[in-house]
């Protein structure tokens, strides 16, 4: 007879994170990829300082590193704008729920103002 399986409850040992906020985890995201954006640039900055290849299988290289380089920071910059649209987006539309709740009227529940027969 092979062992009985455990039927006790078991609890994840990793902590849920309750303090989450999706604007300030837009906004982290987007901070990322200022940075890998900046690198894009410096690493295009660099590949365009190299010195001018001599041989075919240098010029090669050359072109790979240079294609490379302009691509990736390209991508980097087209999604730091589309990160920037994301958190500009999040912004307005909170900015609009906050509008809309200060707009209503409040119903206070508690005590009536009307006297009681």
């Known amino acids: 007879m092979s062992g009985h399986r455990s039927t006790r409850p078991r609890v994840s040992n990793e902590t849920a994170n ?8 837009l906004e982290n995201l987007r ?9 894009a640039r ?5 590949a365009d300082a190299l010195p001018a290849p001599t041989t075919d299988r240098q010029r090669i ?6 294609s490379l380089a302009t691509k ?14 994301q958190v500009s987006a999040l912004t307005a539309q909170m900015e609009a729920h906050r509008k809309a709740a200060s ?8 005590r009536s ?5």
């Open 18 to 25: 309750i303090n989450f906020e999706a604007g300030t985890a």
């Open 103 to 110: 707009a209503e009227p409040r119903q206070f529940i508690g």
């Open 31 to 39: 901070a990322e990829v200022a940075d890998i954006e900046a690198l």
């Open 42 to 46: 410096a690493a295009e900055a660099a």
């Open 72 to 85: 990736t920071s390209e991508q980097a910059s087209a999604s730091l704008r589309f990160a920037n649209a």
């Open 61 to 66: 290289v050359f072109g790979r590193i240079q």
């Open 113 to 117: 103002s009307k006297p009681r027969s």
